[in-house]
């Protein structure tokens, strides 16, 4: 079986995250770390073979590309994609040029991260790229009030389930909300593209 490792803080980031690998890779083992002492002691304590790591490079706990080094320093680069809401050209070459598998921006389209995703799993580096073109057709947009809502209940904890019957919504209206502004919203609007590499 492979054994996926997912580090990533947010409940309702790392419940979506889950879905889409469960929906396409249903044989898989997942492993959650919420920070980076928990994250540390499993990279150095479990003995599994990773498939892959998706690494979220602002967990608690972890400063800069910490986590990100000792992923390197345990010889497990290649099998990990940083999945962030930190869409940084310069952060994204650094991860490239560590011999990372991607660099995965959380606030992109559901279609794009279920696509990048895909890529990875197979082996493909995937590198995404911002901020290149000013607003136009496809451009992300501010964060909406609905998403605002969304958002204050996920801070509470609160899972996509009752976030949905809260506020009158499908789960997959919710996790489409929470994706296209996973961690910060840009303070204007842009259109992103990405790029195999």
């Known amino acids: 079986m492979n054994n996926v490792l997912i580090i990533e803080d947010h409940p309702l980031v790392a419940e979506m995250t889950m879905g889409l690998i469960a929906r396409h890779h249903p044989d898989v083992s997942i ?16 003995q599994d073979d990773w498939h892959r790591i998706l690494l979220d490079l602002d967990v608690p706990g972890a400063y800069g590309l910490s986590l990100a080094k000792l992923i390197r320093d345990r010889g497990l680069q290649a099998k990990c994609c940083v999945v962030t809401g930190s869409d940084r050209v310069d952060l994204s070459a650094e991860i490239k040029a560590m011999g990372f598998l991607g660099y995965i921006i959380k606030g992109f389209p559901v279609e794009q991260i ?4 895909r890529m990875v799993f197979q082996g493909e580096r995937v590198f995404l790229s911002g901020g290149n073109t000013r607003s136009g057709a496809g ?3 501010y964060i909406t009030r609905r998403q605002a809502q969304i958002f204050a209940f996920a801070r509470d904890g609160l899972s996509s389930k009752q976030i949905a019957d809260k506020l009158s919504l499908s789960v997959g209206t919710v996790d489409n909300h929470i994706t296209r502004v996973c961690v910060r919203s840009t303070s204007r609007p842009e259109r992103k593209r990405w790029q195999r590499r």
């Open 114 to 117: 279920t696509e990048a995703l």
């Open 31 to 46: 492993v959650v770390c919420k920070n980076a002492d928990e994250a540390s002691r499993t990279l150095i304590d479990r």
């Open 139 to 141: 451009a992300e947009t």
